[in-house]
């Protein structure tokens, strides 16, 4: 069974920094194309960081320079550091990979999420 799981959201003052983590259980995360989204209530969920299958990686503009994604192949897991929190930037942070097989057929899989509240 495939799973993603998030960890490290927590209660962040304003400005300050946080590091989630995405563990990788019944699949590799090596090579696979991962990201970070973040959903708020009543909106869409939005891509703040990924890395693509050639190893690429892209940023949201709003986060460029305060975010940074990174993955570890030896511990399967994939991180986001969070630097300078704003309030906006609350949110429920998700953990995305994906692969495609040469035939074409294509996998997905979502992490449960974890809660990002930056607030004083």
């Known amino acids: 069974q495939v799973q993603l799981v998030e960890s490290g959201g927590a209660l962040v003052q304003p400005g300050g920094s946080q590091r989630l983590s995405c563990a990788g259980s019944g699949i590799s995360l090596t090579g696979k194309a991962v990201a970070w989204y973040r959903q708020t209530p009543g909106k869409q969920r939005e891509l703040v960081a990924a890395?693509?299958?050639?190893?690429?990686?892209n940023y949201v503009d709003s986060v460029k320079g305060r975010f940074t994604i990174s993955r570890d192949n030896s511990k399967n897991t994939v991180y986001l550091q969070m630097k300078g929190l704003k309030p906006e930037e609350t949110a429920v942070y998700y953990c995305?990979?994906?692969?495609?097989?040469?035939?074409?057929?294509?996998?997905?899989?979502w992490g449960q999420g974890t809660q990002v509240t930056a607030s004083s």
């Open positions: 995305h990979a994906e692969y495609r097989l040469q035939s074409g057929l294509g996998f997905s899989y």
């Open positions: 890395i693509t299958y050639g190893g690429d990686i």
